[in-house]
């Protein structure tokens, strides 16, 4: 009979699993299913203890949270969690060799060798609909969306007790069709995987975790690990010869028969461990996790979920600290956008650390502290998780995580149960709820962060009528639906205010002088964080520093601004990214259309997702087209990036060809003529060898045909070429 998965290759604690739902077979059977269940349980931990494992070399505070509350999971919705919490952090929390599991973790399906996961996702929605349930392909399906699937069956099989053998007809070979898709696609499947016997006394040796028989290593292959690594299961990436140990979440016997997984459950100082191959359970020490782990602070912008007189009106709105610097333009705007009657929802949108809470902040208690209140309620949800201090990012508790979170925080305001159906009534009339009559002001801080952000800002723009509105701070401007306000670098007479008040807060007024001011509000583009961060460089050092020697230094300053905007890019988004943050000019948009244009991307879709995730500024050039420039941060975060990205080789031929164009400084784009970028790009084109082996993949011939595509008067050039080679 063949069998339902090959497990010749798996790592031995997934294989053992496999083999027995090989031995279950491709039957309509409880068995059958319940076996691909219990494979897929197996997957999900052993994914999420390999990547505790090397966060856990590096960050201990986190690493320590995420075993704890696996220690203690009474489902796998927490091990989806705590999966989900890791792959948010910076990469700069993993060695390198686990960049390929970041990758698979978090990218988005959309390439045609992602067809498995498009594949995977649809067999689970074939199982779902024979429960109950409908789900639509999401438009930036990632791996986090098929497990999150997965987990919805196994929840609702459990609950639902014996499901009836047509049940099983119907959805057991999509289910493990499902299962085994995902397990396919898994690079620490390919890793290899052991298990060491380093204990004192004992004969050392190290035992290689292939298949279902797992072999013991050679004395030269033993050499080879033995000094490295622990006691226990340890894992080796691919292109690594370091191991990482799996610690306490992963047990393993001396034979290798027997790999057993937390299972919930804790008495006293044991913890109930699953071995999923053979359903039996067994209990582990562990004493060493037995304190809770420290909650998190509140962020800076935290506030309590009840009213109390503000000023002339009612709110929870935290206090405005000193440091905010007025900006007036972005103030009046914001002002004007809350006083009409035409705009429900209204967006602050810009990259990390420009000031966007500071600035609905302190709108919110002009608004409170006007004689006539616009609004009765002014109400303060933040969902930050990350404030940025001067010292260098922190993590924070957030308010508000979910949009049942957000229900229940305006229940408890408003003094209702919390439902969806309770909000959306408030919602549309206030008076459902209170006497408020003038409606009310709905403030979501750091809405990026939010679980689900689409599904909430399509129930606020459902839901929320007026005279109540909504204003989001978010680092993407992810939404048709609402009012926009781009939030940029500081003006130069803001910053000099900013910089100032810095300097003398940390006692350096002496350091700070005009030209400082003018040189870091230049080399900052103006970004409030960067230049406060430089400020304290300077500070702790008693002196002037090189500027382009701080920024680089501080990664975590850099990672906390960018990483969760870059990680939500898709290919296209991707690569342009990385080619406009090698430049520090200008690009022109025909030069991205014409050179990315040739690796059959959608450059178009790729330059709104950079634009609206706020990696990139669009700027316009002396004719009025447009063109895209990297802020100095985001140029600083895309080179890191580019060290460590699979299409690092074609990003620099790629920017060899834009190069072909002219650069042209950001300051003096507005004299630069695209008639002159064209012609140079041509003679470039057209210098090239003509020997039949260049070009061989087409490459400048490609280029030119986009040119023409896109400025006529090219063709003649792309004929001359094609003569030229004898095409």
Avoid at 189 to 206: C, D, M
Avoid at 315 to 333: I, K
Wanted: glycine share 6%.
């Amino acid at each position: 009979m063949q069998p339902v998965i090959d497990v010749s290759k798996l790592p031995t604690p997934i294989a053992l699993v496999a083999n027995r739902l090989n031995v279950a077979g491709h039957c309509p059977s409880a068995e059958t299913f319940l076996c691909a269940s219990y494979l897929f349980e197996a997957f999900l931990k052993s994914v999420v203890v390999v990547w505790y494992s090397a966060l856990n070399a590096k960050n201990s505070d986190t690493s320590y949270r995420i075993a704890f509350n696996v220690l203690r999971a009474d489902g796998l919705g927490v091990w989806a969690d705590s999966l989900r919490e890791m792959a948010a952090l910076s990469a700069s929390s993993l060695p390198r060799e686990f960049f390929p599991l970041v990758s698979w973790a978090t990218k988005k399906l959309t390439k045609p060798e992602d067809q498995w996961g498009r594949d995977s996702f649809t067999a689970a929605q074939v199982v779902l609909r024979q429960l109950g349930t409908d789900g639509e392909m999401p438009e930036k399906l990632n791996v986090g969306h098929i497990i999150s699937s997965l987990i919805q069956i196994r929840n609702k099989t459990k609950a639902h007790g014996a499901v009836g053998d047509d049940f099983y007809l119907a959805a057991n070979a999509s289910y493990v069709d499902s299962i085994v898709k995902l397990l396919g696609s898994c690079p620490a499947l390919k890793w290899t995987w052991l298990r060491a016997n380093t204990k004192s006394g004992a004969a050392k040796k190290v035992v290689l975790l292939t298949g279902t028989s797992p072999r013991r290593a050679t004395e030269a292959e033993t050499e080879l690990f033995i000094n490295a690594i622990s006691d226990g299961v340890s894992f080796i990436p691919e292109n690594s010869r370091q191991p990482v140990h799996a610690s306490i979440l992963l047990d393993a016997d001396l034979d290798c028969k027997s790999f057993r997984f937390p299972n919930g459950g804790i008495v006293k100082d044991r913890a109930e461990f699953l071995d999923y191959s053979s359903g039996t359970l067994h209990m582990r020490d562990v004493s060493a996790f037995l304190t809770p782990p420290a909650m998190l602070p509140p962020s800076e912008t935290h506030s309590d979920f009840i009213f109390d007189v503000q000023s002339n009106a009612f709110g929870n709105l935290p206090l405005l600290p000193d440091r905010f610097v007025q900006r007036p333009a972005l103030q009046e705007t914001l002002q004007t956008r809350l006083r009409d009657r035409n705009h429900s929802i209204i967006t602050l949108h810009g990259r990390g650390g420009v000031g966007k809470t500071y600035l609905a902040l302190h709108a919110a208690h002009d608004l409170i502290q006007a004689s006539e209140p616009l609004f009765e309620d002014v109400i303060w949800l933040s969902a930050r998780d990350i404030d940025l201090r001067m010292s260098g990012p922190a993590h924070v508790r957030q308010d508000v995580k979910s949009l049942e979170e957000i229900c229940r925080a305006l229940g408890q305001l408003f003094r209702v149960d919390g439902s969806l159906d309770s909000v959306t009534s408030i919602l549309q009339d206030p008076t459902s709820a209170t006497e408020c009559h003038k409606g009310f002001l709905l403030i979501l801080d750091n809405f990026e962060t939010l679980a689900s952000g689409v599904e909430i800002h399509k129930f606020l723009d459902t839901h929320t009528h007026l005279p109540n509105k909504v204003l989001i701070t978010s680092r993407e401007r992810a939404f048709k639906a609402d009012f926009p306000i781009e939030v940029l670098g500081m003006e130069l007479d803001e910053a000099r205010i900013l910089l100032r008040r810095t300097a003398e807060e940390l006692g350096i007024t002496h350091l700070i002088d005009e030209e400082r001011i003018k040189e870091l509000h230049e080399y900052t583009d103006g970004h409030a964080y960067a230049m406060r961060v430089i400020v304290g460089e300077m500070a702790k050092e008693g002196k002037n520093v090189a500027l382009k020697n701080v920024l680089a230094k501080r990664k975590d300053v850099i990672d906390a601004v960018f990483e969760r905007s870059f990680s939500k890019l898709k290919d296209a988004g991707r690569r342009i990214f990385l080619t406009v943050g090698g430049l520090q000019s200008v690009v022109s948009e025909l030069a991205l259309l014409v050179v990315l244009g040739q690796h059959d991307l959608d450059v178009e879709a790729g330059i709104d997702e950079c634009v609206r995730l706020s990696l990139l500024d669009e700027l316009e050039l002396a004719d009025g087209s447009p063109c895209f420039h990297a802020p100095q941060l985001a140029r600083l975060f895309a080179q890191k990036k580019l060290d460590g990205d699979p299409d690092r080789l074609l990003v620099h031929e790629d920017l060899q060809s834009i190069r072909e164009f002219g650069l042209v400084p950001r300051r003096q784009r507005l004299g630069n003529q695209q008639d002159d970028a064209v012609k140079s790009f041509i003679g470039y084109c057209l210098s090239r060898p003509t020997n039949s082996a260049y070009d061989s993949d087409n490459r400048v011939r490609k280029m030119l045909e986009n040119l023409a595509e896109l400025w006529p008067s090219a063709w003649l050039s792309l004929y001359e070429y094609l003569e030229r080679h004898g095409a």
